[in-house]
């Protein structure tokens, strides 16, 4: 019974230092496992930051660009009123075209009518300077 006792006592001796092994390694395990976890801990920090960082940013610029779109409606406007001023005075002056071409058509219209009247007139005149030419030389022939 003694050899079995010994027996024993080194199955328990090898099981104890089989045990301790495996606690060492398991204890090494876990160390490495928390650094690994912090390293990913400080990662998920910075990432974090620079979420925000991106956030506030995005935020930043999407509030520069609605006061950008803003003033670029009101410059819109303005213009606007500028296109609708120059129309308006395309308008008037198509107007003004349409009633100087009125006019000038009334007028070469009385003139075209007319050139029958002066032309007759311009005869008559012509008629008449030649009777006053003709009575005046019988006058002065008269006279000598």
């Given at each position: 019974?003694?050899?079995?006792?010994?027996?024993?006592?080194?199955?328990?001796?090898?099981?104890?230092?089989?045990?301790?092994?495996?606690?060492?390694?398991?204890?090494?395990?876990?160390?490495?496992?928390?650094?690994?976890?912090?390293?990913?801990?400080?990662?998920?920090?910075?990432?974090?930051?620079?979420?925000?960082?991106?956030?506030?940013?995005?935020?930043?610029?999407?509030?520069?660009?609605?006061?950008?779109a803003e003033d670029i409606q009101q410059?819109?406007?303005?213009?606007?009123?500028?296109?609708?001023?120059?129309?308006?005075?395309?308008?008037?002056?198509?107007?003004?075209?349409?009633?100087?071409?009125?006019?000038?058509?009334?007028?070469?219209?009385?003139?075209?009518?007319?050139?029958?009247?002066?032309?007759?007139?311009?005869?008559?005149?012509?008629?008449?300077?030649?009777?006053?030419?003709?009575?005046?030389?019988?006058?002065?022939?008269?006279?000598?």
């Amino acid at each position: 019974m003694l050899e079995l006792d010994w027996l024993l006592y080194i199955s328990v001796a090898i099981i104890a230092i089989a045990f301790a092994i495996l606690v060492y390694y398991l204890i090494k395990t876990i160390i490495s496992m928390k650094k690994t976890l912090d390293a990913v801990s400080s990662t998920v920090e910075g990432l974090q930051k620079q979420v925000d960082g991106i956030t506030r940013e995005s935020t930043e610029l999407l509030h520069k660009t609605n006061r950008l779109a803003e003033d670029i409606q009101q410059k819109s406007d303005a213009l606007n009123s500028v296109f609708l001023a120059a129309k308006d005075l395309g308008d008037s002056m198509q107007r003004i075209n349409y009633s100087i071409k009125r006019v000038s058509d009334v007028v070469s219209q009385k003139a075209d009518e007319q050139s029958d009247q002066v032309a007759m007139a311009v005869k008559w005149g012509n008629v008449a300077m030649s009777f006053w030419e003709k009575w005046k030389a019988k006058k002065q022939q008269a006279d000598k």
